[in-house]
């Protein structure tokens, strides 16, 4: 296996990040759901004051290869606030290439992930996944996540586009 590190993204890195967004839709068959552009990307998790973060997983070139590292994957997350609980941080997506898959990256994602919540004082991980998604599902729970859909009933909803502006009344 090829060696693979696991870094905080760099603006630099937009292009890569829309490219793994894009198959992530793709294989969640969203793909006309994707509106971001990579300069949108730039704005948002590279400025003053981010919306979000973003680690990507990178290959590394063996010793005398002339082509640099080539980003696999990638998991962004924010931190949210949970009433109960107090600080949370939440996995907005996770993916790796088809091709990279079965090689531990998205559990090095996830790991690390955690870490920064521990150091940020979180007290809790929260990610969600299609019901369909059943090896996504068994990786979560191999890691020690709880299905809230099962254990709790929880369903989460979203408001965007027309029915937010209704509700606000623009």
Not at 2 to 17: M, T, W
Not at 51 to 67: D, K, N, R, T, W
């Amino acid at each position: 296996m090829a060696s693979v590190r696991i870094r905080e993204a760099k603006g630099g890195d937009c292009g890569d990040i829309l490219r793994l967004i894009r198959e992530l839709a793709e294989f969640e068959n969203l793909s006309d759901q994707v509106k971001i552009s990579e300069e949108a990307l730039r704005a948002d998790g590279f400025g003053e004051n981010p919306f979000y973060h973003c680690l990507v997983a990178e290959i590394l070139p063996a010793s005398g290869e002339l082509l640099g590292p080539c980003v696999v994957g990638y998991g962004i997350y924010y931190f949210i606030y949970s009433t109960w609980k107090g600080r949370t941080i939440y996995l907005e997506d996770i993916y790796v290439m088809p091709e990279y898959r079965g090689q531990g990256i998205g559990s090095k994602i996830i790991k690390k992930v955690a870490e920064v919540a521990l150091d940020k004082g979180c007290s809790q991980f929260r990610l969600a996944v299609l019901d369909w998604n059943q090896r996504a599902m068994d990786l979560y729970k191999a890691l020690g996540a709880q299905d809230l859909t099962e254990a709790e009933g929880w369903h989460f909803f979203r408001l965007e586009g027309e029915a937010m502006r209704k509700l606000a009344g623009k």
